[in-house]
């Protein structure tokens, strides 16, 4: 059971998002996961070009850290994502790694996976969580849960956001563990499923990799 935590604060060690990610991490380890945390701001993650290569042939152009961490991605079995909240959403690392998953979005590749997200913010960390979960579920994953920590409230405010943090974890390795069903999240995935599955047979010509892979499923 792997576990895999992403946290796209540029602050590095100083980072209260990545105490929040850390915690997390800490509580799936200690329900069983193996976990690995990844700094995304100390990768080399360029822009989407919107180049479409990637929905074609199933690979980027760009010759960067991105395929590393996407296939780490790929190969959990949980992930936690965090980011502190900057002008009322993630970081632009996070956005960029999210923006270079699009062949992920098409395809569902995040099926049968559960993740929770953490944010830090003034007061207003929930934007970030209610984004990173609506995007999560779009990939089809199933969302755990979302803890953030309001920094205007303090320095307990982290505290008690650590913990939370904590418990976030090893709910989410138990999710894991039992194949857990939110039934909501099931129906509002299957309607997304069914929507890219439409779109992909219409771009079937230019959209070779992900009509192929559908193909491989028959379009299950």
């Not at 042939?57 to 909240?85: E, M, R, T």
């Not at 999560?136 to 956001?161: D, H, I, L, R």
Request: proline residues 1%.
């Amino acid at each position: 059971m792997k576990v895999l935590g992403i946290c796209a604060s540029p602050r590095g060690s100083k980072s209260t998002t990545l105490r929040l990610v850390q915690a997390a991490l800490d509580g799936a380890k200690a329900s069983g996961a193996t976990v690995e945390l990844v700094d995304v701001c100390e990768l080399d993650i360029k822009f989407c070009i919107a180049c479409t290569v990637c929905f074609k042939k199933g690979k980027c152009v760009h010759k960067d850290d991105f395929q590393g961490l996407y296939d780490k991605i790929l190969a959990a079995d949980g992930l936690v994502w965090g980011s502190p909240n900057y002008f009322n959403t993630v970081t632009a690392q996070m956005k960029t790694l999210i923006d270079r998953m699009a062949d992920a979005i098409h395809c569902q590749l995040l099926e049968g996976k559960y993740c929770c997200n953490v944010a830090s913010g003034g007061s207003n960390y929930d934007q970030v969580t209610t984004y990173l979960d609506g995007v999560m579920q779009k990939f089809g994953a199933f969302v755990t849960g979302s803890v953030g920590a309001a920094m205007s409230q303090g320095p307990k405010a982290q505290e008690e956001a650590e913990k939370k943090a904590f418990v976030l974890g090893k709910t989410l390795a138990e999710d894991i563990k039992s194949k857990r069903d939110y039934i909501e999240q099931r129906e509002m995935q299957a309607e997304n499923r069914e929507y890219f599955k439409r779109l992909v047979k219409m771009n079937k010509e230019n959209w070779e990799h992900e009509y192929e892979y559908w193909n491989q499923l028959n379009w299950n």
